[in-house]
């Protein structure tokens, strides 16, 4: 077996198992924020609890080891990447291509999740949460997961929630670059060497661009990768790259470790979430 079939193996294993393990980590993180800006409308103190400490837990791994959150852990995430396979599949059984977004837009439309954000900010902030009472997508996900079917009073929600899988299927990762709150909120995170990717551009094949064209959020990887924030730790350029040189971390000291770095964040992303529940 080559080692990317067995990076691949590693990570969608570990996806799997989060989404059935701990589905709701990504709604417990915003949770957070909104108890943050709901306590600070109402001039009570923000106190700990298990929202806070996940919202925390999650952004202080973020820091430190880039968005292995998103690429390994988020159900979310782990169900736009189940949409878009089965999307891929569908298209060439049928031979019919649904329409892609082009790249230039691409690039483009990633600031709406920082509109996003903000929206969602302005309503916690405006105490205007009742308004928009069974609009959320994510509520009618989690719904669903645990079996139940949310009602007509979940119109909005169900409409939004939708239009999002449609979305899932035309463009991989189309909810996490485009309209995820907190991917607003990680993006700015990675910002240590070991957190972001980086290559050799010097040794790359002159016009060579497999690794970008084939980033589900349209990426260049540079040498010191200063703007990796939207990198979401997939390793699908590492797969293709033919000259196998791109690596975790500025310093080349992970190049072909990947695994074993990986089931180290792993096995501290565990250890973190435990600890966080226990507090
Ligand atoms: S961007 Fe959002 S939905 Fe996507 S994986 Fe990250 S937290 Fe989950
Ligand atoms: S393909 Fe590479 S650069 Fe793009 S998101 Fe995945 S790991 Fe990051």
Sequence with gaps: MKK????????QLIQIVFFLWMPALYTS??????????????????????????????CGFTIIFGRFFCGFICAFGTLGDGMFAFSQWVQKKRKK????????????????????VIV??????????????GSSPWEVFSMLYSGTIPSFSYLAG??????????MCMKERFFCQYLCPMG???????????SVLSRD????????????????VDMEIKRDQKEGGECIHCMQCMDVCPK????????????????????IKLVLFILICTFAENL
């Design 201 to 216: 551009r010097e040794k790359c094949i002159p016009k060579c661009r497999a690794c970008q064209v084939t980033c589900p």
């Design 184 to 194: 607003a909120i990680f993006a700015w995170l990675p910002v240590l060497p070991f």
């Design 120 to 133: 969602l900010i302005g309503i916690y902030a405006l105490n205007l949460t009742d308004k928009f009472k």
């Design 4 to 11: 990317r079939d067995i990076r691949r193996l590693v990570r």
């Design 97 to 116: 291509r649904l329409p892609k977004i082009p790249d230039n837009w691409g690039k483009r439309m990633q600031v709406i999740k920082y509109i996003v």
């Design 29 to 58: 993180a915003f949770s957070g924020v909104r108890y943050v800006i709901e306590h600070i409308r109402e001039g009570k103190p923000v106190e700990q609890n298990a929202f806070l400490i996940m919202l925390i837990a999650l």
């Design 158 to 167: 169900w409409i939004l929630f939708l239009l999002i899988l449609i979305g």
């Design 244 to 263: 196998q040189h791109i690596c975790l971390g500025t310093g080349k000291k992970f190049n072909g470790n990947e695994i074993p770095f990986i089931l």
